[in-house]
């Protein structure tokens, strides 16, 4: 009987002591699966401030990058606004030094220009046999005792002997004459247009000099 209460209380204190061991055991598990539990939140937490920051810094990269097309296309807009501007303001400076060569006919002055026209065209080409292009509009200034009065000049200041005539043909200018040598395909072209536009070139450099200082 003693012997039987003695295995008994072996018995209880072996399962006592397995429960224990079982608690020990399950309390580390636990344990251990709060802290594997811990362990992934906190990497998660890491993981989603990570990638919350590389998405915030890609998203300011973009509005840096979108603000700076933007300022460039504005920088851009207005400088070829300026460009445009001045571009006009040269156009304009052109359109209004021809309108002030076509004003020269008007002007007492103007038979004194054709007199220099011809005799710089008639010096250039020398020929001694010449056919005066004019505009109709200038058949007043231009008559035989007008070439007649250049044709001395050449003669007693030149040296040369010439014969002008004016050509049947007339041309369409703001002013000035185109000259031909009578049978030959040699012809100075001195009208106001030919010259401006000869001086139209180093005329717009000036502009563009003064306007893109």
């Not at 040296?159 to 004459?177: C, D, P």
């Amino acid at each position: 009987m003693a012997a039987t209460l003695d295995n008994l209380a072996k018995l209880e204190l072996l399962k006592k002591e397995i429960f224990q061991e079982a608690e020990a055991a399950s309390q580390q598990t636990v344990g251990d699966a709060e802290n594997k539990k811990n362990q992934l939140i906190e990497e998660g937490k890491k993981k989603v401030e990570q990638e919350f920051k590389e998405e915030l810094s890609k998203k300011r990269q973009d509005v840096e990058k979108e603000t700076m097309r933007k300022m460039a296309a504005i920088n851009l807009e207005a400088s070829m606004k300026k460009l445009r501007s001045k571009a006009a303001l040269m156009q304009q400076a052109v359109d209004d030094a021809k309108r002030e060569l076509e004003s020269i006919r008007r002007g007492e002055n103007y038979p004194d220009y054709l007199k220099a026209l011809i005799l710089e065209a008639v010096l250039e080409l020398k020929e001694e046999d010449i056919e005066v292009y004019i505009d109709a509009r200038d058949e007043k200034v231009i008559t035989k005792d007008f070439l007649s009065s250049i044709e001395i000049i050449l003669t007693f200041t030149y040296s040369l002997v010439v014969k002008l005539e004016i050509a049947n043909e007339r041309i369409t200018t703001a002013g000035g004459v185109v000259i031909r040598a009578r049978n030959k395909n040699v012809l100075c072209n001195n009208t106001f247009e030919e010259r401006m536009n000869l001086f139209d070139g180093t005329f717009r450099q000036l502009i563009a000099q003064e306007l893109f200082k």
